[in-house]
């Protein structure tokens, strides 16, 4: 029997980028990021009820430049996660299917994301944090 040459199924090296793939799997990702951060919730709020011991080195690795990256990731995909789901409760309803709607919607969510994790940490840091 001879081996007939068969095409390959489309993946991501094939297809171009559009704005609503990006979209889409970043929102994956940042589904999986927030599982994670609500470990990272759950192991503060543990040292908090276990004394001050406990709480004193979640605070410092919080405190370091590692641990501030990590929140700020957090935040970040709390805030894009929130965004995009808002965008796919519009197409819970049918609405901002057209193409131009879709990538429109998608731009949004990304900058909005960025937006609203700036100024939570400009908040945060004018007051006192």
């Not at 951060?37 to 709020?45: D, Q, S």
């Not at 641990?67 to 957090?74: H, I, T």
């Not at 970040?76 to 789901?85: E, K, P």
Request: charged residues 10%; aromatic residues 14%; proline residues 4%.
């Amino acid at each position: 029997m001879a081996n007939i040459e068969r095409p390959l199924s489309p993946h991501l090296q094939i297809y171009k980028p559009q704005i609503t793939m990006v979209t889409s799997i970043t929102h994956r990702i940042t589904g999986v990021a927030l599982a994670g951060g609500t470990l990272l919730l759950a192991w503060w709020l543990i040292a908090a009820a276990a004394g001050p011991e406990s709480y004193e080195t979640v605070n410092a690795f919080m405190s370091s430049w590692f641990g501030r990256l990590v929140l700020f990731g957090f935040t970040w995909a709390l805030f894009f996660h929130l965004c995009n789901g808002i965008r796919h409760l519009f197409w819970d309803a049918g609405k901002g299917f057209e193409l131009p709607a879709m990538r429109k919607s998608g731009i949004v969510a990304i900058v909005m994301s960025v937006v609203l994790t700036l100024l939570t940490w400009v908040i945060a840091y004018g007051m006192g944090g």
